[in-house]
């Protein structure tokens, strides 16, 4: 009978304790979080990394949770001021937090590349209006790094294609504008000496017409007529190639202008995909060093990636000792 009796004492005495601790752990794992004093709408293009009960945050601060996540109806879609909008989200915002302004922006953020996301909310100018009631707000995506390596290859594929095109058009342009120049030089070239021919003709004819007034002096007047018509067609010609000049001047002005913005375009973009090598190594190998931290690594100076003509490593390799 004690035997029994220690048993159920024993039982008893585990399954109160076996109790304390599951209410211990519901206590502590519950959600704590305050009632929602309010609701906030936002249109995401993308809500990768979101789920219900994800964090929000205004201004860094913790603000609320996520209520409820749908997709917009096409029509919903249709009507949205923003096109590219696809999933809605409710966020269940907590007090104290001050009035939304109506530039607050809504995004996605995380603290790491690898901890979870988080909406956030900016606080918006002081002094601006506040947020109307029942207003949808337009939220930006998160960064992702597929997302930018897939917009740099079309950039730099359609930056090649722009500078195969300068090329052609400053093949295509340059042969015809100098030929023109040359043509055009050669036409004035001739007309001066021609106008030359007729001033020395000119003074002879003077001459003969101290002895001579009668029908040379009408033949003089014609040929001084002729002159200055000859003149005038030269001044035409003058200006006509220095429009040309001009014209070559300004288009090879544009086309260098472009060369060079290209050129420093492609010299950014040769770095920023050099160093993002480094990243995603990091992310393949070794994803806890971006939340732990470790050792850094020293990456290729931006020098040496401009001046090698060939793909260089992202890191540079230890000093031997």
Known sequence: MKQNLSDILVSVLLI???????????????????????????????????AAHSEVRYAGMPAGRVAALRPLTD?????????????????????PLPSLRADTKAGIGSDTLLSEKYVTLSAGSPDG?????????RGEPAFNIDAIGGRID???????ALLVSARKSIE????????????????????????????????????????????????????RGVIASAGRAID?????????????????????GRMAELAVILQNLKVATTHAKALTETLGTNPSKLIWGGKRNTLTPEHEILRSPDPVPAKQPPPSR
């Open 16 to 50: 109160a304790c076996t109790a304390a601790v599951l209410f211990a752990l519901t206590i502590a794992l519950g959600d704590r979080t305050p009632p929602a004093a309010r609701t906030l709408e936002v249109d995401f293009p993308d809500v990768a990394g979101i």
């Open 236 to 256: 035409g010609a003058e200006r006509l190639m220095r429009s040309t000049d001009t014209v070559i001047t300004d288009t090879g002005d544009q086309l260098d």
């Open 75 to 95: 029509a919903e879609r249709a009507a949205s001021p923003h096109p590219a909008a696809a999933v809605r989200v409710t966020l269940a915002l907590h007090d």
């Open 129 to 137: 209006a506040p947020l109307a009631e029942g207003t949808v707000l």
């Open 172 to 223: 295509t342009l340059s042969p015809e504008l100098t030929e023109t120049a040359g043509a055009l030089k050669g036409a004035v070239a001739s007309a001066k000496t021609a106008l030359e021919t007729a001033d020395a003709t000119l003074k002879r004819a003077d001459a003969l017409l101290a002895e001579n007034k009668g029908e040379l002096k009408d033949r003089l007047v014609e040929l």
């Open 154 to 160: 079309p950039l730099l594929k359609d930056a090649e």
